[in-house]
């Protein structure tokens, strides 16, 4: 099996397009990933941004250590050399982690928003504010570059989802009405309620290894959006993907491409009958790898059953037909699938967590102590962590563990949103 490639210049012509439609669905309910060529980034746009590439990753540590993860509650900023893991095994990658430059709006003493209905003292609206930029001085023209890269992919989003929305048969602009109210759509004016969607970017290297087995990224499912677009840097291969048969096949990288591949929340959203594929990075042995995953976001406060609702019934009924398919490598079950973790930006709360306790120890400790306290003994004590959760706030207390942490959030997260 390959990786098919889908032209979307076929997309341009009434006579062409139904079969670009057609692969565009076989593609999807089949392997869960897809080349897209002759789309609308333009070459100077993406070579902008990989020239720098080399750069950015040469930037001293002491402008890295400023710019690290650990002082953002947004989850943006650096990771050095293996500091993460898959199934509790190495990566051996850096990144930089950037997002659509957003203002804050998290406020734990706010009230509901008159119209929008909006909370914005819930623990998930955090994640929203803006990134942590290298100084002009080190990299001249680097965010103008970023931030043109973000908004061509932005655009290119957009218009894919468009053609699955006709793919599966779902009305035009129905996931547009996630992030503009129909109203809004009609006459082009933004309400006040209105807030843009949060995207996310990672700038990857891959250092050259001499193991031969080393992992750039262990098996995992995409769990950061609704979409991802992936532009490979150069020649260097690596990325693997999991197919319905269990094999592992290549996708390597294809001059003038995107790789595009369904997210954990699409998975969710269909029930399953869409795949969030499987995928590895194997860690390069020639040269380094360079690589550009752009995460199609949604609003943090949308619901997996507003998705659902939207899903023809000849999309859910594939479910029975992607049932029986073998699960391959042990993979933890997306938590999309869980009922407790309807609402997005929860799940991408507990996710971020999961992926980087320090930062979760470091900003949002005392947030989630202020939503358990007022919580009455008896629930307290429902998936509580060892020690008592308000003990982690006290003056000179330890720092909680991983699994008391992640047990802390699970708990202040369902009482924030008051479905314990």
Request: charged fraction near 25%; aromatic fraction near 10%.
């Amino acid at each position: 099996m390959e990786i098919p490639i889908l032209n979307l210049s076929l997309a341009k012509d009434p006579t062409t397009r139904p079969q670009l439609l057609k692969d565009l669905y076989d593609a999807t309910f089949n392997i869960g990933f897809v080349y897209i060529k002759n789309h609308s980034v333009p070459n100077f746009t993406i070579d902008n941004l990989t020239d720098f590439l080399p750069k950015l990753f040469d930037l001293p540590n002491s402008s890295k250590s400023t710019l690290s993860k650990i002082n953002s509650p947004h989850f943006v900023g650096y990771n050095g050399y293996a500091e993460e893991k898959t199934l509790g095994k190495q990566d051996l990658r850096e990144q930089f982690d950037f997002a659509t430059e957003l203002d804050v709006v998290y406020d734990e003493n706010a009230q509901v928003e008159g119209g929008s209905g909006r909370d914005f003292s819930k623990l998930y609206w955090r994640l929203r504010g803006p990134n942590l930029w290298p100084d002009e001085g080190d990299l001249p023209g680097f965010r103008r570059v970023f931030e043109e890269y973000h908004d061509a992919l932005s655009k290119l989003s957009f218009e894919f989802v468009e053609l699955v929305e006709e793919a599966f048969g779902i009305p035009k602009d129905t996931f547009k009405d996630f992030f503009v109210p129909k109203q809004q759509v009609s006459n082009g004016q933004k309400s006040k309620s209105y807030l843009p969607p949060q995207h996310r970017i990672k700038l990857l290297k891959y250092p050259a290894t001499s193991n031969p087995s080393g992992q750039g990224v262990g098996p995992h499912k995409d769990s950061s959006g609704w979409l991802t677009f992936l532009y490979q840097v150069g020649t260097e291969p690596g990325l693997e993907v999991l197919t319905k048969t269990n094999t592992w096949i290549p996708v390597p990288p294809i001059p003038g491409t995107f790789v595009v591949n369904f997210g954990n929340a699409f998975e969710a959203a269909t029930e399953g009958a869409v795949r969030a594929t499987v995928h590895k990075v194997k860690a390069p042995v020639e040269r380094d790898r360079y690589s550009i995953p752009f995460f199609m976001g949604l609003p943090l406060d949308l619901r997996v059953s507003d998705i659902r609702a939207c899903m023809p019934e000849s999309v859910r009924r594939k479910r029975g037909e992607v049932e029986g398919d073998s699960k391959g490598e042990e993979v933890e079950i997306s938590k999309f699938l869980d009922g407790r973790w309807d609402c997005l930006g929860e799940s991408q709360l507990r996710k971020w967590i999961r992926s980087h306790e320090d930062v979760g120890r470091k900003w949002y400790v005392d947030e989630a102590c202020i939503h358990v306290k007022s919580l009455p003994q008896r629930e307290r004590k429902l998936g509580c962590p060892s020690r008592h959760p308000e003990s982690f706030s006290q003056k000179d207390a330890s720092p909680p563990k991983p699994n008391e942490m992640i047990k802390l959030f699970d708990l202040a997260i369902l009482h924030s949103t008051k479905r314990v």
